[in-house]
């Protein structure tokens, strides 16, 4: 089985930084890829940055500049989030997602539970 787990989120005021963290562990082979997801209050889970086993990124358009994901996804399988000039909007709760590859190379999705980020102006 699959476990994945956030750290690093809390409260900042805007303009300060924050890092998240995010751990795969379990029976697999690797992953695959990691996105990192925000859910502002009332709304709809957005899927804000993306790191390929390749190393590829790719980043939603208001965070661009801002954010960096980063991690290795053949050695520690620890993956960052880093929020730099963090603005109120980027308040919420920010899900890790990893697709993981299996022994027997099948790939499927596996969350985290989610940890609050919370910026005041």
């Known amino acids: 089985q699959v476990q994945v787990a956030e750290s690093g989120g809390g409260l900042a005021q805007a303009g300060a930084s924050l890092r998240l963290s995010c751990s795969a562990t379990?029976?697999?082979?690797?992953?695959?890829?990691i996105g990192w997801y925000h859910q502002a209050p009332g709304k709809q889970r957005e899927l804000v940055a993306a790191i390929l086993k390749s190393g590829t990124t790719n980043y939603v358009d208001s965070v661009k500049g801002r954010f960096t994901i980063s991690g290795d996804s053949e050695r520690n399988m620890v993956f960052h989030l880093q929020m730099d000039g963090l603005k109120p909007e980027d308040t919420g709760v920010y899900y890790c997602?990893?697709?993981?590859?299996?022994?027997?190379?099948?790939?499927?999705?596996?969350w985290g539970q989610g940890i609050q980020v919370t910026v005041s102006s």
């Open positions: 997602k990893a697709a993981v590859l299996t022994a027997f190379q099948f790939e499927y999705d596996v």
């Open positions: 379990g029976s697999f082979l690797r992953v695959n890829s």
